[in-house]
């Protein structure tokens, strides 16, 4: 399996935005730094192939070189979410029959899940790890699921607490075989901020 993720160029104003309501653009931008770096730790102790996907795509050698990233940079490439994330399988299912993408909102995400992802794959057409918030933290497919179940990434509103169901709903009416993970949080909100506080500041 390859495990792709989605990285935004850490710029004041432009990274979380929610939490910069409460602590500024600037304690929101070096959080999000933290962030980065944790879940690069992470996806590097999965021991798995990965692939970075980034916006903006002019950032690719920036981010790179920022964070030492030894695996492939890509640029993120589509209009929306849903392309962005199909483009991506579609780079990753090149190179191997099953691939999973998480982004950069759940840095305390326990590797295991990871793990139990890969391992689901080759029973299931399609893996989902649910947010707190409505969205999911982890979407895992295998390449036969992938070509059945293209409508997962199409005319779904993202950002909205109801990502995940759709997505549900989705993969039911393409009859792919899912498997979902334990739920977890994104640290893009004042709220779950605290949650891993002590992490990301210390």
């Not at 999965?46 to 050698?61: K, R, V």
């Not at 779904?156 to 997505?167: D, E, K, L, M, Y």
Request: aromatic share 8%; charged share 25%.
């Amino acid at each position: 399996m390859i495990l792709g993720i989605f990285l935004r160029e850490p710029v004041p104003g432009k990274v979380k935005r929610r939490l910069a309501l409460d602590v500024g653009p600037d304690l929101a931008c070096r959080i999000y730094v933290k962030c980065i770096r944790a879940t690069l730790k992470l996806a590097e102790k999965s021991g798995l192939p990965l692939h970075i996907y980034i916006t903006p795509p002019g950032a690719a050698g920036r981010i790179k070189k920022r964070f030492r990233i030894a695996a492939p940079v890509k640029p993120q490439r589509g209009r929306n979410l849903g392309e962005r994330m199909r483009n991506a399988f579609e780079t990753m299912f090149m190179s191997d029959s099953t691939a999973a993408l998480i982004g950069s909102d759940s840095p305390t995400l326990p590797p295991r899940f990871i793990a139990r992802a890969k391992a689901a794959l080759r029973t299931h057409d399609l893996v989902l790890g649910p947010a707190e918030d409505g969205g999911y933290y982890l979407i895992g497919l295998s390449r036969s699921g992938f070509q059945t179940g293209r409508r997962l990434f199409s005319r779904i509103a993202w950002g909205r607490p109801n990502v995940f169901q759709s997505t549900l709903e989705r993969a039911r009416i393409s009859r792919l075989r899912v498997f979902t993970l334990p739920a977890w949080y994104d640290v893009d909100t004042f709220e779950n901020f605290t949650r891993v506080k002590s992490l990301l500041t210390g």
